[in-house]
């Protein structure tokens, strides 16, 4: 089966850094991508990795092993707007359909506190 | 700058009764999904276009739930016979064909009494 895994819920201070871990097992890895969405909001892009390393955008950084199947989303420099849901996704290939689809993890819900 | 627009934005029901929810995507994105998500979850894949075809449909949707986009440009989403479960934000997210990001609306968050 094709499963993602998040922490539900993680608490951190302004100003402060935070990582927040995805690992999955998925068929035809082709891609993670990073999303953020606000309560009662829509999913925003953060980034997407499809080779294994860092990479640094801002004060957001999202780090990819393929091997381990893991990934981590690092938030720098927090700031209360930060405060909203990390949706880890991947994108897959379903086989019977040779079409590629985005599978979401539950996302995690991260708590700035001043 | 246009991103994807839903229509409505809030819509509440009778158990029974059918609803339909538009999307207008990126205009230059041939690519269009419909996702629906529930609090505390990830969005749930429902269907995909491209252009006017649809190439997938999700095989936990029931034959309640229908999409079409007719033109290849705005797409709608219908539900039959809405059931309490249907209860959730639907969202729309849209994708250039070269392009590997989907871009989200606001979402359509419907209701079932």
């Known amino acids: 089966g094709q499963n993602i895994d998040q922490p539900t819920e993680m608490t951190a201070t302004e100003g402060a850094i ?19 969405q606000h309560a009662g909001e829509a999913p925003t892009f953060l980034s997407y990795n499809v080779l294994d390393g860092l990479e640094e955008k801002g004060r957001f950084s999202s780090f990819l092993s393929r091997s381990k199947g893991y990934s981590y ?21 379903i086989v019977m359909d040779s079409n590629y689809q985005l599978i979401w993890g539950a996302g995690t819900k991260l708590i700035i506190k001043p | 700058d246009t991103g994807v627009s839903q229509d409505p ?25 419909w996702y629906r998500q529930t609090l505390g979850q990830g969005p749930e894949f ?25 033109k290849g440009s705005f797409s709608t989403l219908e539900i039959q016979r ?18 590997l990001t989907q871009y989200f609306g606001p979402g359509t968050r419907l209701t079932v009494l």
């Open chain 1, 18 to 36: 935070v990582q927040i871990n995805c690992t999955y097992q998925t068929s035809g890895f082709n891609g993670l991508f990073w999303y953020q």
């Open chain 1, 73 to 93: 989303l690092l938030l720098k420099e927090l700031q209360m707007k930060d405060s909203a849901s990390y949706l880890c996704a991947v994108r897959t290939l």
């Open chain 2, 9 to 33: 934005r809030h819509k509440i029901t009778k158990r029974g009764q059918n609803v339909t929810f538009r999307c207008d995507p990126i205009s230059e994105h041939n690519r269009l999904y």
């Open chain 2, 46 to 70: 429902l269907t995909y276009f491209q252009n006017e075809a649809q190439l997938e449909k999700s095989r936990l949707l029931s034959d309640r739930f229908s999409a079409e986009r007719p």
């Open chain 2, 82 to 99: 809405t059931e309490q479960g249907d209860s959730a934000m639907y969202l729309c997210a849209s994708s250039p064909q070269s392009g």
